[in-house]
């Protein structure tokens, strides 16, 4: 039996209506349906092995989406590679020792076989199981990229209970873990997956108001930018009723300014890594940063305030580092967690915390209050050694309109002065011109040199 047998029945009995919106034009379900049968006997013709370790080098296209779904089909091991990823694809490639790539040009997309053979633990366990793979891999912002293999067999089992059907944002491409869920989800629910060219504030917010958009998942940096950009004046966001947010720490003085202006819009917290998947969440409400994680198939701890998960769809392993679980099977997240009965509520991560004369600072509360600046477009905050404190706290700001750093300084400091401990003040400040965030919409901070 085919192990997308469940979408196939979802996409025969919608075959007329809109499956994904692309280029201003919408494809069907029956569409979809016929492409995916052209890839699996393409497939066949070209002789790509059930198994085979195979990259998709393309984006959300019609044609992508058929082919992703046929790979799992036929038992691949899927390897997604976006433009986000454009100049990190050789050293993917080759992490991944990728057999065949399949390749979008001119509209077309063409599989290329290479000289690479694929043998690796993980791989085999895939074969045994006779299951598809997936491998994610992380942002690599604090280090190497991590390659992380799933079973995608177990990454499949929650799309099998019918939910909602939506119309929805395809804002994160299928190389990232909330982008594989919302084209799972958007599918098995016969919902409307809505592409865009661009992912800037304008071009996302008038693709909701010309196809009556219901969900926009989305990054606490995005939405700030939406803010900056004053975009949501320009296009009617009436259908709009959820917008999720997560990938990072949402700074609290951003979601109060979401919320206020969109009371009529559930704004939800998500939770989710590559190496785990998507945690079922409930924001405690729409301008709150508490939340409930976990839901079937998941499990939550916090030892020594950090947060750990036990997952069924939990990844089988990197393919370039050793085993993240404890002995018991747990995944350490690096979360720092606050708990409030069954609500959690992340600091941040352990690995971004900057101790300043034995007090902790977490970049995302400084930032949070920076950002309620006038005149301030952006900031990130790290840590920077210090011979005396250990490290000090140092601000790297985008400024909407030039302003000299003497001035901009003194201007912080007083802003500061009544609503941060003094040690979380930045002690340095940069004013800076380019962006501080990754293709992703995921705020970008420097190493600390400590």
């Known amino acids: 039996m085919s192990n997308i047998a469940f979408l196939r029945n979802v996409f025969a009995q919608h075959c007329t209506a809109a499956a994904i919106v692309w280029n201003d034009r919408e494809w069907s379900y029956g569409w979809l349906l016929e492409r995916l049968d052209h890839w699996k006997s393409r497939l066949a013709k070209e002789a790509v092995a059930a198994g085979a370790v195979v990259s998709i080098e393309a984006d959300f296209s019609p044609d992508g989406v058929a082919l992703f779904l046929a790979l799992l089909e036929h038992r691949c091991v899927l390897v997604p590679l976006t433009t986000s990823v454009e100049k990190q694809k050789p050293e993917f490639i080759e992490i991944a020792t990728v057999e065949a790539r399949c390749l979008e040009q001119g509209g077309d997309i063409v599989i290329q076989k290479t000289e690479r053979r694929a043998v690796h633990p993980h791989f085999e366990t895939l074969r045994q199981r006779e299951q598809a793979g997936l491998i994610l891999f992380s942002s690599g912002s604090t280090g190497k990229s991590k390659a992380a293999v799933h079973d995608l067999g177990l990454l499949l089992e929650k799309f099998k209970i019918p939910k909602r059907s939506l119309r929805a944002i395809a804002f994160l491409l299928y190389d990232h873990i909330g982008g594989v869920n919302t084209m799972l989800y958007t599918l098995s629910n016969a919902g409307c997956m809505v592409t865009v060219g661009d992912r800037s504030p304008d071009t996302v917010l008038a693709a909701v108001a010309k196809y009556k958009v219901e969900l926009l998942p989305t990054s606490p940096t995005f939405l700030n930018l939406i803010l900056l950009s004053q975009a949501w004046q320009r296009h009617d966001l009436s259908s709009l009723r959820t917008i999720t947010y997560g ?204």
């Open 247 to 450: 990938t990072e720490p949402m700074p609290e003085s951003t979601l109060k300014r979401v919320h206020s202006l969109f009371p009529n819009i559930t704004l939800q917290q998500t939770y989710g890594l590559s190496e785990v998947g998507i945690l079922r969440s409930k924001s405690k409400s729409s301008d709150s940063l508490w939340m409930r994680i976990g839901g079937e198939g998941f499990e939550t701890r916090i030892v020594e305030n950090l947060l750990q998960i036990k997952a069924q769809s939990a990844m089988l392993g990197y393919l370039n580092a050793p085993s993240p679980f404890t002995e018991d099977g747990w995944f350490i997240t690096g979360d720092v967690v606050e708990v409030d009965g069954e609500y959690i509520r992340v600091l941040g991560r352990k690995s971004e915390i900057i101790n300043v004369g034995g007090e902790k600072v977490y970049p995302a509360e400084v930032e949070s209050i920076l950002l309620q600046m006038p005149g301030v477009s952006d900031v990130s905050i790290t840590g920077e050694a210090h011979p005396i404190t250990g490290s000090i706290v140092v601000a790297r700001v985008n400024l909407a309109t030039p302003e000299p750093l003497p001035a901009f300084r003194r201007r912080m400091r007083d802003f500061c002065r009544d609503r941060l401990a003094s040690y979380k003040t930045p002690a340095r400040v940069e004013i800076v011109d380019s962006e501080q965030y990754s293709a992703r919409f995921k705020k970008m901070r420097r190493a600390q040199h400590l």
